[in-house]
T-cell receptor
């Protein structure tokens, strides 16, 4: 079946611009996670959605970062006023709320 | 706070040789532990997981891992490495319980020499 998909696969933007990254989870998965992978920091948790519960935003690095999940399915991660340190690969994962998270291929973001 | 340490940044193994990748964790209760592999340009693929029961777990691609509570370790092993195993390997622990966010180690890059 279809896995987790993310778009765009690559994004180049200028410092100060806003960007939106999209994640389509596996159909039926109630849990959705965003992580960031960068050279300096490794893999970091950003935000976690589970069903209709309030999201766990504890990993968001600043208030420039936000995410929403519409209809319990697709999620959008928004970065406002991008900075060069935001350059990273943004990974989305989904799951049933159990142990296993299935990862998408990621969006590679480059802020110039 | 929970944490994961992978002491080896880079390991080179000859094809056909055995492999062991080290992982140490810090967690107060019984941990949910995972090993993921990431090939160049690819997403993360789950190799295996442990959350209870038998401390030796089998995964895909011939990998296994052993949970040792006394050593706070969850080392990944493979008896005979193939060139296609060259990738980056990440150990992770669930932050609170199953289904919650994962805390990852910094990763170990495996190179396979012929």
């Amino acid at each position: 079946g279809a896995g987790v998909s993310q778009s765009p696969s690559n994004k180049v933007t200028e410092k100060g611009k806003d960007v939106e990254l999209r994640c389509d989870p596996i159909s039926g998965h109630t849990a959705l996670y965003w992580y960031r992978q960068s050279l300096g920091q490794g893999l970091e948790f950003l935000i976690y959605f589970q069903g209709n519960s309030a999201p766990d935003k504890s990993g968001l690095p600043s208030d420039r970062f936000s995410a929403e999940r519409t209809g319990g399915s697709v999620s959008t991660l928004t970065i406002q006023r991008t900075q060069q340190e935001d350059s990273a690969v943004y990974l989305c994962a989904s799951g049933t709320g159990g142990e296993t998270q299935y990862f998408g291929p990621g969006t590679r973001l480059l802020v110039l | 706070a929970q944490s994961v340490t992978q002491p080896d940044i880079h390991i080179t193994v000859s094809e056909g040789a055995s492999l062991e990748l080290r992982c140490n964790y810090s967690y107060g209760a019984t941990p949910y532990l995972f090993w993921y592999v990431q090939s160049p340009g690819q997403g993360l693929q789950l190799l295996l997981k442990y959350f209870s029961g038998d401390t030796l777990v089998q995964g895909i691609k011939g990998f296994e891992a052993e949970f040792k509570r006394s050593q706070s370790s969850f080392n990944l092993r493979k008896p005979s490495v193939h060139w296609s195993d060259a990738a980056e390997y990440f150990c992770a622990v669930a932050r609170n319980q199953a289904g919650t966010a994962l805390i990852f180690g910094k990763g170990t890059t495996l190179s396979v020499s012929s």
